[in-house]
């Protein structure tokens, strides 16, 4: 190898195991004393933190855990009159708190306790002329949107209420010479855009788009010796991105071309 690669040592008397019993008692007591510091400093993440630890807490057949009664109750508190959801109670509404709230209701089995048709109305106001997506009434455009709306869309079973060509067209327009996709046309490769982005094309049939071949290279090349995946050349490995680089290869049926 030419270059040497920035990656972390992992001690040789480290766990050996997933110790799932901890992160099931981790997760369950998390967020419930509303006096402590970090659970004021993570307010705008609230809705956010509740999808992770729902999801985590149903890949571990754990889901009996969670409060469902509590839960269902916090979602309604958060949408809005437009129809979004917000991170927490009055605080503005944004795709992102959106999708993990459908998310939520979703895992729970309660969309008929939100306001589905609201969410379609939120959603489809925030399409741009060009397909893009904006964040919220403020503008912003970002794939992350895009994904979320189309995310949000399929789940409730109305992704035709969008034009789903154009959005396709949008994430294409990002797409770069290295196979990868960036947040906007002419941004730079990210595996966390980039599962937005493969995301987005596979849930609007438009993966053909996708050079799966050069983007799997790509992606294939985020593992390190320690086998852990970082999100850009020459950046250290961290757990997230092996989520945003395992998935998107799952998705190109390039799974096994990583260890």
Same mark, same amino acid.
């Given at each position: ?109 309660? /969309?008929?306790? $939100? &306001? =589905? %048709?609201?969410?379609?109305?939120? !959603?489809? *106001?925030?399409?741009?002329?060009? +397909?893009? #997506? ?24 109305? /992704?035709?209420? $969008? &034009? =789903? %060509?154009?959005?396709?067209?949008? !994430?294409? *327009?990002?797409?770069?010479?290295? +196979?990868? #996709? ?24 438009? /993966?053909?788009?996708? &050079?799966? %071949? ?12 320690? +086998? ?26 390039? /799974?096994?071309?990583? &260890?």
């Amino acid at each position: 190898m030419a270059l040497s690669r920035k990656d972390v040592k992992i001690p040789e008397d480290a766990v050996k195991e997933l110790l799932l019993d901890k992160h099931v008692e981790f997760i369950a007591k998390y967020g419930d004393d509303p006096d402590d510091y970090e659970y004021a400093m993570s307010e705008f993440l609230r809705m956010n933190g509740i999808y992770w630890g729902s999801a985590a807490m149903h890949l571990m057949g754990s889901l009996q855990s969670m409060d469902r009664d509590k839960i269902i109750k916090f979602l309604k508190e958060c949408q809005a009159e437009n129809g979004g959801f917000r991170p927490v109670q009055e605080h503005d509404p944004h795709l992102l708190n959106t999708l993990s709230a459908v998310q939520i209701a979703v895992i729970f089995d309660c /969309l008929a306790e $939100i &306001d =589905v %048709d609201g969410v379609c109305n939120y !959603v489809t *106001s925030l399409q741009t002329e060009e +397909g893009s #997506f904006m964040g919220d009434q403020w503008g912003e455009i970002d794939n992350r949107f895009t994904f979320c709306a189309v995310a949000c869309l399929a789940l409730i079973g109305r /992704l035709s209420s $969008i &034009d =789903v %060509d154009k959005a396709a067209s949008f !994430v294409k *327009s990002c797409l770069n010479f290295d +196979g990868g #996709f960036g947040s906007r046309p002419g941004a730079e490769s990210h595996a966390g855009l980039i599962y937005t982005c493969v995301g987005t094309l596979a849930i609007t049939g438009h /993966l053909h788009y996708v &050079d799966s %071949d050069l983007l799997g290279w790509w992606l294939a090349e985020r593992q390190l010796d320690s +086998g852990g995946l970082n999100g850009r050349p020459e950046k250290l490995p961290d757990v997230c991105y092996s989520w945003w680089v395992l998935a998107s290869l799952k998705i190109l049926n390039r /799974l096994h071309w990583i &260890d």
